[in-house]
């Protein structure tokens, strides 16, 4: 890791091949959240620095289209070989600007390699369909090509998951691809471009512009890129979407969430207590599919609670790059405040505070830590479980029965993710099919789908038609020609 104090580094874009600087002349500091301290400075690029990236991309596309699809697909199986090589120096560059635990970090870098390795499949992904006779002597086939060049918008909180859910499934489909990472989590995007480049990619189907609303707002109105993926929370997912629609754009964006988790008096509770643990705190509660909310059946609400509690008080938090760290930093100050104010307006709304995260002494260091919150004898319609709060807090909602669990659940304005602990095929059954939410876990806690299904979701955690990765994500990044032909 060559990225220590006093080093602090400009992070450069990565324009037709080329790393540049940025000539904007604005910068923001990225710290590492586990110490408060300046590890780079990133660019807020201007709007010509992402035309530039764009007309590279539109080179770049009119050779690009044109490389045979299995031999698009053979460059990611070199990109894939360079990422396992690279999985331990990737995952110690996410847990220096994210703050997760190396465990999580490693984990995540597999879920990115997983995302490569389904982007090279694209000559089966790729295929069209035929009839060879849809009248007498008359044939009919449809055959599928890339858009040109696609956009694509980063969160902080998966630095290479989610980029990789988006520029290797569009590349492998023919598109070129101009990514704007998070401005908080900079490093990780720029190394995942110097190994891209390091496969032998051609110059210009991976383009990297770093900065802020202004390099978004230009991908949503560029009149050459022709779709946008975006990833982040639920007020910008909702900009982008009616902004890039509004430019005659393809957008899918995936938006915040508030998952619930329901645990009925049958369920298997050490099995129970252990995964909710691990989503609700794990990775600071900075997932999009953490367990925010536990809705617990009235009869066993006592036992499982205190039992969460007793073993979040065994929970080591601290610099995820420690060996048993569980629980890193939140990404700021800034959403550390946020979260304590939180706090605070659940004492207000009168919940019950069984854990005070603001009390763990990790939480008066340098870092921005905070140490697992739980709530208790929360009820829908109070803000810590209404809002998303991106932090590890955790709200018990108790219920008397399952029907009481799903309306309770159903009633989130998010619909990312739900789970349900309980030993009953039955309830499974009702919960499955009552359940307005996209992504459903039984007896685990954090139901994420593999890259070859669809990162699913509704209501204010998605806008779009078509989801991220899996089929979806082909749709997604192709259109369709339709011949139909008589000799
Ligand atoms: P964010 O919305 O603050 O930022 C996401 C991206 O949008 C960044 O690249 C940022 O620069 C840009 N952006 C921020 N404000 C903008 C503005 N006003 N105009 C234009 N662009 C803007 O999100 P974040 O804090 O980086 O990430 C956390 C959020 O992402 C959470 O809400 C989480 O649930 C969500 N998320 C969702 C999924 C999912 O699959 N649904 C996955 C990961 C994260």
């Known amino acids: 890791m060559t990225l220590l104090t006093g080093q602090a580094s400009k992070v450069k874009n990565y324009i037709n091949g080329a790393w540049v600087e940025s000539s904007s002349g604005r910068q923001e500091e990225v710290f590492n959240p586990a110490t408060g301290e300046i590890i780079a400075y990133v ?3 201007s709007r010509e620095e992402l035309d530039a990236a764009v007309r590279a991309a539109s080179r770049a596309y009119s050779e690009w289209k044109r490389v045979a699809v299995p031999r698009r697909a053979r460059y990611f199986f070199r990109y894939q070989q360079l990422l396992v090589q690279h999985s331990k120096e990737l995952a ?5 600007e994210n703050g997760k635990s190396l465990e999580e970090a490693l984990g995540e870098v597999q879920r990115g390699i997983e995302c490569v390795e389904f982007a090279a499949g694209a000559p089966t992904l790729m295929m ?6 849809i009248a007498t002597g008359v044939e009919s086939g449809m055959y599928r090509y890339p858009l040109g060049v696609v956009g694509g918008i980063a969160p902080f909180n998966f630095p290479m998951m989610v980029p990789c859910w988006m520029f290797p499934l569009a590349v492998a489909c023919g598109n070129t691809f101009v990514l704007k990472p998070s401005e908080r989590t900079p490093l990780l995007v720029n190394r995942l471009a110097e190994l891209f480049a390091e496969a032998g990619f051609p110059p210009g189907v991976l383009n990297v512009v770093h900065g802020a609303h202004e390099v978004v707002d230009g991908l949503l109105a560029h009149e050459e890129v022709k779709a946008v993926s975006f990833v982040g929370s639920q007020p910008v997912a909702e900009y982008v979407y009616k902004q890039g629609t509004a430019h005659g754009k393809r957008v899918q964006a995936l938006a915040g969430a508030k ?11 050490d099995h129970a207590v252990k995964n909710i643990l691990s989503a609700a705190f794990g990775s600071a509660g900075e997932r999009c599919m953490a367990c925010a909310v536990a809705v617990v059946q009235e009869d066993i609400a006592d036992e499982l609670v205190g039992r969460i509690a007793a073993a979040a008080d065994g929970l080591k938090i601290g610099n995820g790059q420690e060996e048993g760290v569980f629980l890193g930093p939140v990404i700021r ?20 505070l069984v854990r005070d995260g603001r009390k763990d002494a990790a939480a008066a260091g340098n870092g921005y830590f905070l140490g697992p919150t739980i709530f208790d004898h929360v009820v829908p319609g109070m803000k810590i479980w209404r809002d998303e709060i991106f932090a590890p807090l955790l709200a018990v909602v108790r219920v008397k029965d399952l029907a009481e669990a799903i309306a309770v659940t159903n009633e ?8 349900i602990y309980t030993d ?6 009702e919960f499955r099919e009552e359940i307005d939410a996209g992504m459903l876990g039984v007896n685990l806690g954090v139901p994420a789908p593999m890259a070859f299904f669809p990162f699913s979701g509704y209501k204010k955690s998605f806008y779009g038609d078509l989801h991220a990765n899996g089929r979806d994500g082909v749709e997604f990044y192709t259109r369709k020609k339709m011949i139909t032909a008589r000799y």
Request: proline share 5%.
């Open 92 to 96: 110690e560059l996410i847990t220096l």
């Open 128 to 133: 069209g369909s035929q009839l060879p006779d």
């Open 259 to 269: 998952n619930h988790s329901i645990v009925l008096k049958d369920a298997d509770l």
């Open 424 to 429: 009953s095929a039955r309830a499974v059954r």
């Open 333 to 352: 100050q800034a959403n550390k405040d946020r979260t304590i104010d939180y706090i605070e307006a659940g004492l207000d709304e009168k919940a019950v």
């Open 43 to 45: 660019p807020i690029s």
């Open 412 to 419: 989130s304005p998010f619909a990312n993710g739900a789970c």
